[in-house]
């Protein structure tokens, strides 16, 4: 099978400026499945040097062709003409065009499966029509935007209510644009793929759970002794920032009773105040900025914390550590995609009073979370295998 992927981003095996690791696992899936042939063709936006992108050659058996980004993004920024967006109807990136060398080099090669990656660039799978084309959105960012309007913190300045008012008008402009119901729309959200089905009824949408790529299923699950590891995990900003705000609030307000049977650790750049507030609190508290070997960081703790106020499609760090054996315990929104249970793989809360009592409940009932880590662990290596995922999308 030959398939030529079109993509924004330089496919990489962690996230690189960008959600860039999606298409490296799918084509990784792709390979144990078949033989299979992919031509990437990338404009390269996450700035992968000439060397990291030859080892990515070797990596993934394929050829990277950079395509040429227009002159007009590179000027627009250079000359802080940013702001000149507000006049376009859609988002800056979806104006990018193929040029006819390479419209001319796909319809010789005649591939298999035209494979295009980023809701931006959408529209080149109308282009080249008389192909089999496949979009991986991942996302549908006008839902994302929708979720940020329903948050009443996030309306109460103009500014932000008409930045998110404008992101949401100019992606459903695109999205209504440059649908067409001959292509397949692949989403890793279920939410994503229902919300832009409502804007093109005839759409031909496939949601697939987002694949895993880095995990050790052989770690033993069994709680730190004598205080149970609890992990934060990413950067502390307007995704979590709200929630996390609440929910440590009230650890710190009833931290006597849990100072003494647990260490926390916050892994991501911005939560400095919060782990000095604990430090004072009393608790062992650590604040790690940047692990060089994230997976190997996650797999020194026991419970993975993640307090999620808005977002859309999968959230790849709460995947990594029900993955690598961790129990979760997070809101709606962190466990969204992914394909476990509340009360018997994972812990969904919904208000911030639950935190305290929940895990108080985990240091007398050490067995019974262990068991919960290890259900969701095998569920996710099931559910979320890159191979069986790649097979549904490419077949």
């Known amino acids: 099978m030959k398939i030529s992927f079109f993509t924004l981003f330089t496919p990489t095996f962690n996230n690189v400026h960008a959600a860039s690791a999606l298409p490296y696992h799918l084509m990784k899936g792709a390979e144990e499945n078949e033989n299979v042939q992919f031509k990437i063709y990338s404009f390269n936006i996450n700035n992968i040097d000439t060397i990291r992108i030859a080892k990515i050659e070797e990596e993934l058996h394929a ?207 911005g939560w400095e105040r919060w782990n000095e507030r604990l430090r004072t609190k009393g608790f062992t508290s650590n604040h790690i900025v940047f692990a060089p070997d994230y997976i190997e960081e996650l797999q020194k703790h026991d419970i993975q914390v993640n307090a999620i106020d808005v977002g859309t499609g999968t959230k790849g760090k709460v995947l990594d550590a029900v993955a690598n054996g961790l129990l979760v315990i997070g809101t709606s929104y962190a466990f969204e995609n992914i394909l476990i249970e509340n009360g018997k793989s994972c812990i969904q809360y919904h208000s911030c009073k639950e935190i305290v009592p929940i895990l108080l409940d985990v240091l007398k009932n050490k067995n019974k979370y262990c068991q919960m880590a290890i259900s969701a662990r095998k569920l996710v290596l099931k559910h979320h295998d890159k191979k069986i995922i790649a097979k549904n999308l490419f077949s």
């Open 63 to 269: 050829k990277i062709h950079l395509l040429r980004k227009p002159w007009w993004i590179k000027w627009m920024f250079k000359l802080h003409l940013g702001f000149l967006r507000i006049l376009l109807r859609f988002p800056y990136l979806a104006y990018i065009r193929l040029d006819q060398n390479v419209i001319s080099e796909i319809e010789k090669d005649r591939p298999d499966i035209l494979w295009i990656y980023g809701e931006e660039i959408m529209e080149l799978a109308q282009q080249i029509k008389s192909l089999k084309s496949i979009v991986t959105m991942p996302d549908c960012e006008s839902l994302f935007y929708y979720r940020m309007l329903k948050l009443p913190w996030n309306t109460i300045r103009l500014f932000q209510t008409l930045k998110y008012t404008f992101a949401f008008w100019q992606y459903r402009n695109l999205e209504r644009r440059n649908f067409s119901p001959g292509i397949i729309y692949h989403f890793v959200g279920k939410a994503d793929a229902d919300f832009f089905e409502t804007i093109n009824p005839q759409a031909n949408v496939l949601f697939l759970p987002h694949p895993l790529y880095a995990y050790n299923e052989n770690r033993e699950i069994n709680f730190h002794q004598p205080k149970v590891k609890l992990l934060f995990t990413g950067r502390y900003d307007f995704y979590c920032q709200h929630s996390s705000d609440e929910l440590l609030s009230e650890i710190e307000r009833l931290a006597c009773y849990l100072v003494e049977g647990y260490e926390i650790t916050f892994l991501g750049k």
